[in-house]
């Protein structure tokens, strides 16, 4: 079964960037059978889609968080990634990456967490 493995660092400071990166174990992440996605949690809330690559590179985001997110991947190294821009506090979550399965999101990593403080 494919696993997914998130990392990164765990604190940014205000106004900088959060970068994350999200390793497959096996596979190919550019089949047309799978999605990958960035999905985030803040303390005492649900979970929040941020945006997803498809198989082809195109890319998906959730528009409130638009302007500021950017998903990538280097397909060699089985690794999608998640840029945050302008980080505020409220951007304090765990952090996970999934793959999608024809809308389901049947594989999970296990959640990063990362804090936005000065």
């Known amino acids: 079964q494919v696993q997914l493995q998130e990392s990164g660092p765990g604190m940014v400071k205000p106004s900088q960037t959060l970068s994350l990166t999200c390793t497959v174990s096996?596979?190919?992440?550019?089949?047309?059978?799978?999605?990958w996605t960035w999905i985030r949690q803040p303390p005492g809330k649900g979970l929040e889609w941020m945006g997803a690559?498809?198989?082809?590179?195109?890319?998906y985001y959730n528009p409130s968080l638009k302007s500021r997110t950017s998903i990538s991947r280097e397909a060699s190294k089985r690794q999608f990634s998640l840029q945050l821009f302008s980080v505020t506090p409220e951007d304090t979550a765990v952090y996970y990456c999934?793959?999608?399965?024809?809308?389901?999101?049947?594989?999970w990593g296990q959640g990063t967490q990362v804090t936005v403080s000065s």
């Open positions: 999934a793959r999608i399965d024809f809308f389901d999101f049947d594989s």
């Open positions: 096996s596979g190919s992440i550019t089949t047309t059978d799978y999605a």
């Open positions: 690559i498809a198989y082809d590179g195109s890319t």
